[in-house]
Structure formats: structure tokens, C-alpha cells
């Protein structure tokens, strides 16, 4: 019997060793195995340039590299380019966040609208876990509410006419109709929220999903007066990012603590050096470059890297991160990254200027 049980207690101290020992080896031997990349990509306002809007899903590397030009764009939209397998069997998947404004100011309103939301609906059709997300702006909201003080009246924005855009942005309307259906206020993915102009801790959002849900009733019953469509509201407010390019973060932080997430992307306010500029040491991305012609003519975006890890042996996972700006290179087209920073150390900073009117639509 003393025997037996020594065998036993002999096998199990052997098994503990063995698992200390491979704790110890798992650095040589048992490198963590990445079993997902989730790159998305934010880009801000558009206003109406579908060549530029364009220029940057191409630098991203998200639609396919064909001949599609921006008088083009209505009768052949272009295709989404869909993520490849990753290394080592790993997955890989893209998701595209764009933060509002498409229209106004610029003379491509329709094309705009055309390849946003044709790319929309080629992922959300295709089966693929890539994903295209459009958020509402304030001139989205304008459009719905049937002011036209920003569209451009030498083609009301390729509509052609003022009657013509009514009846195509209106809520009932074909692009309204979509706007309202499909277009959220808000989204949260990797612990970051996008938004179109800010969040605020008095807003009292109690989720996301609720969020969205509230503003697309309130829009489907022509509610403008919702608080969440004011100027106090997520599609409006500046409050947010003047505060934060102020190092004041008190009150973005605790908006943030409110919804579980960690960092907000935003757009709405133009940042005066045509830079993606961020704030609050990395907790707060802007991302309005003027990227229209009709603005600054600045084109780039925001790309977001998830690394998703499992240990083999202990079964624990780990996420990296690294951000990067993607903007158009010195030749006119093609990628040049400012810096990739792990952790959001820094991708500089710079000081928003008042510049072509760009608080007019306060």
C-alpha cells in the first residue's frame, strides 16, 4: 500500500515538475500563437469629394486596385478588397469606420454617397467578417432636415437641384431612407468608441446600442429637438475635443469610464495641420484632416492594429495594439506611415487653426 502510494505521489510531483519546466521553456520553446489581426481604419469627413474619398480607400488598401475614376463612380462603384488569410493560420479581418459628413461643401455628394454605401453593401453581402460601418453626421442630419445652407449650389452636390436632392435626402427618400436605416450614431469595437463629434458624461449615454437606437427613432419621427440632436449632442458638440486639445480630460475620461471603453475617435473639428492629431495622452483621436478639395485638400485616415494572442500552455490570451496614419505620399498617391506607435505614445500634436470658416456650422 506504502508503495502504491509512493508510485502515485512519485507520478504527480513528475507532472508538476514537468508543468513548472514548461512554464520556465514556454519562452524558448512556446511563443504565444497569434490567432487574429483586426486592422480597422476611420476616416473623417469627406464633404463631398469622391477623389479624394477614393485616393484614401486605395492608400488603405481597401477596394481593389481597378480602373474606377471618380466620374465613374455611379454606374461602377468600387469593389472591396477583402482580407487575406493571416500568417500561420492565424485570421485576419478589416473594418472600415467612417466618422460622418460625406455631404455638403463639396460637388460630389451623390458619388460619395454611391461608393460608401455600395461597399457597405458588398461586405455586409459577402459572408466575410469584414465589415463597412457609416456613422451620422451633423450634415447628414442637416440633409434630413431638409437644410441645404452647406450643399454646394453649382450642382446641390451632383443632385442637380435643390428639388432633386430634397427628394433623395429627405427621411423618406432614397439616400435618407438608407442614412436613417443603415448609419449609426455611435460605434465601440476594440474598446474604442467612434463618434462624429464627441461624447460627454452629461449626455448620460447609458450604451451604444441604445444610443443608436434612440437617435434613429428620434429621425424616423422627424424628432429634431431630441437632445441627441442638438448642439449639445454626439453629432454637434465640440465641447469635447476643445477641452481635450486643452489637456483638459476630466470629463472625456469619465464618458469614456461610462461605456467601457478606453479611447474615442472623432471628427467634426478640423485640425489645422491636415494631420490625424490625438490628445489626452492617446485617448482622444481626431481625425477631420480638411480632406475635400472644398477644405484643406488633405488626405489621410487612422489605421488601428489588433494582434490577438492564445497561449498554448496556459491558455490565457493578450491583445497588442499599434496605430498608424495613412496619408497620401509626396508622388500624390500610395502610403506613407508618420509613425507607428505601440500603445498610443505619439503621433504628434499640432494646434487646430480657424481657418475657411470651419466653426460656421456650430
Request: glycine share 8%; with cysteine; proline share 2%.
Given at each position: ?188 469595437d476594440e474598446g474604442v468608441v467612434f463618434v462624429h463629434a464627441g461624447i460627454e ?34 453629432l454637434w458638440t465640440r465641447k469635447m475635443i476643445l477641452e481635450s486639445m486643452s ?116
Amino acid at each position: 500500500m506504502k508503495d502504491s502510494l509512493f508510485r502515485i505521489g512519485l507520478v504527480y510531483g513528475v507532472l508538476i515538475a514537468l508543468f513548472f519546466l514548461s512554464l520556465f521553456l514556454c519562452p524558448a520553446y512556446c511563443e504565444e500563437q497569434l490567432v487574429e489581426i483586426h486592422r480597422i481604419i476611420a476616416v473623417g469627413d469627406v464633404h463631398g469629394d469622391v477623389a479624394n474619398f477614393l485616393k484614401i480607400l486605395r492608400i488603405a488598401n481597401l477596394v481593389e486596385d481597378s480602373l474606377t475614376e471618380a466620374s465613374d463612380v455611379l454606374a461602377h462603384p468600387p469593389r472591396w478588397k477583402y482580407s487575406p488569410n493571416g500568417p500561420n493560420g492565424s485570421t485576419m479581418r478589416t473594418t472600415l469606420v467612417q466618422v460622418g459628413d460625406l455631404v455638403d461643401r463639396g460637388e460630389e455628394d451623390l458619388q460619395v454617397l454611391n461608393v460608401a454605401i455600395a461597399l457597405q453593401e458588398q461586405t455586409a453581402r459577402s459572408g466575410s467578417r469584414d465589415k463597412v460601418v457609416l456613422l451620422i453626421g451633423n450634415h447628414e442630419l442637416l440633409n434630413l432636415q431638409g437644410n441645404y445652407h452647406y450643399v454646394n449650389k453649382k450642382n446641390y452636390g451632383g443632385f442637380m437641384s435643390k428639388a432633386l436632392r430634397a427628394e433623395g435626402m429627405r427621411a423618406t427618400g432614397a439616400f435618407g431612407k438608407y442614412i436613417v436605416d443603415n448609419f449609426k450614431t455611435a460605434h465601440i469595437d476594440e474598446g474604442v468608441v467612434f463618434v462624429h463629434a464627441g461624447i460627454e458624461a452629461r449626455m448620460n449615454i447609458k450604451d451604444v446600442e441604445t444610443l443608436n437606437a434612440d437617435v434613429r427613432e428620434a429621425l424616423r419621427q422627424s424628432a429634431f429637438r431630441h437632445s441627441h440632436l442638438r448642439s449639445s449632442g454626439p453629432l454637434w458638440t465640440r465641447k469635447m475635443i476643445l477641452e481635450s486639445m486643452s489637456e483638459e480630460c476630466a470629463d472625456v475620461r469619465a464618458a469614456l469610464s461610462r461605456l467601457n471603453a478606453t479611447r474615442v475617435v472623432v471628427g467634426h473639428t478640423p485640425q489645422g495641420s491636415g494631420r490625424v492629431e490625438q490628445y489626452c495622452d492617446g485617448q482622444v483621436l481626431a481625425i477631420d484632416v480638411g480632406m475635400s478639395r472644398w477644405m484643406y485638400d488633405k488626405v489621410a485616415a487612422l489605421e488601428l492594429v489588433f494582434s490577438k494572442y492564445t497561449n498554448s500552455i496556459t491558455g490565457t490570451s493578450s491583445v497588442t495594439f499599434a496605430v498608424r496614419e495613412l496619408r497620401e505620399g509626396p508622388s500624390g498617391d500610395g502610403y506613407t506611415g508618420s509613425k507607428e506607435i505601440n500603445g498610443f505614445d505619439s503621433i504628434g500634436s499640432g494646434h487646430l487653426t480657424k481657418e475657411n470658416d470651419m466653426y460656421s456650422d456650430l
